[in-house]
């Protein structure tokens, strides 16, 4: 039997924890539940912010990481930019023609989505695609467009690409 230290619960051999109060048993508590000081000077403690900016002025192009590619494609969209993958057969070519990233194997429409400029913005809008849009990890609702960030997250069906502004 393990008498709880703190409570004083008599517990069956090889508990970890007291059944009783949950106190735990372990005979090196001390070495788990020790707090490391942090250097305050440190760059530990400075914040990150996930957030970049949404600014989108006349000019600014959009470099696009797409995962698994090495180069990365760099676009200047106008007012409407249609992102999809080609279609020899309906003769649909859109401003973005994700063909050659496996765009057929990875669910994304022809017509998918589209980028559209307002002041100084950037928005993304789903098209009503088959398998979705979404953004930083967040799935679109058809024709609804959502403001665009520097260094947002796109997934069209299982294509995953990132958008910088430049």
Known sequence: MIECPYCGHRNIEGALFCEACGF??????????????????????????????????????????IRDSVKPIVVTPGSEFLIGRKDDASGITPDLDLTEFGALDKGVSRVHSALRRGEDVLSIVDLDSANGTFLNGQRLASHQPRLLRDGDEIRLGKLVMHIYFK
């Open 24 to 65: 735990s048993l372990w005979d090196d508590n001390q070495a788990h539940s020790s707090t490391r000081k942090l250097d305050e000077d440190s760059n530990e403690l400075s914040v990150k912010s996930g957030w970049g900016t949404a600014t989108f002025e006349e000019g600014t192009q959009i470099v696009v990481h």
